[in-house]
């Protein structure tokens, strides 16, 4: 039998209604990068790791953390610029970036919309 996953999600409380029906344990740090803070909430036992804070810098620097320092074998990061995506990508970390996701879902909504017409 597989053991459970232990994923540690990165955010401020103000984003903490972001994941409603998940059970995780999530980091409320007084500076945006607290390595005492990822301590205490586990980070070096997680098997996932989300950075989903309001700034792309802080979530791309803690999501290199926990990939280089921690070795967290699955970092996901929310990212907000598509071309920071992109590179951030390239170097491992997995990426969720809206307006990508907002391009794809309007470009499918056209697509369908003309095979209607």
């Not at 979530?59 to 071309?83: C, E, G, M, S, T």
């Not at 309007?106 to 017409?117: G, I, K, M, N, S």
Request: charged letters at 20%; hydrophobic letters at 55%.
């Amino acid at each position: 039998m597989k053991s459970p996953v232990t994923a540690l999600v990165f955010l401020f409380a103000a984003n903490a209604h972001a994941a409603p029906g998940l059970t995780f344990e999530y980091v409320e740090p007084d500076a945006p990068i607290e390595i005492d803070a990822l301590l205490a909430a586990g980070i070096d036992e997680a098997d996932i790791f989300i950075a989903a804070t309001r700034g792309d810098n802080t979530n791309i620097l803690v999501a290199q953390l926990a990939q280089k320092r921690f070795d967290v074998p699955r970092v996901i990061v929310r990212v907000l610029d598509p071309a920071r995506s992109d590179w951030y990508a390239e170097q491992g970390l997995h990426t969720i970036c809206a307006v990508k996701l907002g391009i794809a879902m309007f470009e499918q909504a056209v697509t369908e919309a003309a095979a209607e017409l």
